[in-house]
């Protein structure tokens, strides 16, 4: 039973706190109301006069924001054809380079082929010039000697 009464004590407590807090919501509330009330005309022109100013700087910001931006992005489309313009050049010129390592690598293959055909050519003449030699020197050996 006394856990019971503490109980309900604390949920009392509790609700004249949150009871205080919305009181005091409502006072400040009423207070801004009047702050707000009072304001005359005038006071509301100058306000309005001020957002005019306000808007109209902002305006001129976004304005100078959105020229250097299309700006921007046209030097940055100037840059893309510059730089595109450069690569196909470059692709050319690769292009060019390769086709000038193919030619000077099949001069290469032509004249070690002639190489090799003038190397079996020499060796295939020494060869018939040691077997010339070597009829020669065997002709010799069987003619008569002198005495």
């Given at each position: 039973m006394q856990q019971h009464l503490s109980n309900v004590l604390m949920e009392a407590e509790s609700m004249v706190d949150e009871r205080?807090?919305?009181?005091?919501?409502?006072?400040?509330?009423?207070?801004?109301?009047?702050?707000?009330?009072?304001?005359?005309?005038?006071?509301?022109?100058?306000?309005?006069?001020?957002?005019?100013?306000?808007?109209?700087r902002a305006d001129k910001k976004v304005e100078k924001a959105s020229r250097r931006l299309a700006e921007q992005e046209e030097r940055h489309v100037k840059q893309q054809d510059e730089f595109q313009h450069e690569v196909c050049h470059l692709?050319?010129?690769?292009?060019?380079?390769?086709?000038?390592?193919?030619?000077?690598?099949?001069e290469k293959r032509n004249a070690e082929q002639q190489l090799e055909l003038l190397w079996n050519s020499a060796a295939s003449g020494q060869e018939h010039l040691h077997e010339g030699l070597s009829q020669i020197v065997g002709l010799g050996s069987l003619s008569p000697k002198k005495k």
């Open positions: 205080q807090k919305l009181v005091k919501l409502i006072t400040e509330e009423r207070r801004v109301h009047q702050q707000t009330s009072q304001l005359n005309g005038q006071e509301l022109g100058q306000l309005h006069v001020q957002l005019k100013a306000l808007r109209a692709q050319k010129l690769l292009q060019a380079r390769q086709r000038e390592m193919q030619g000077l690598h099949q």
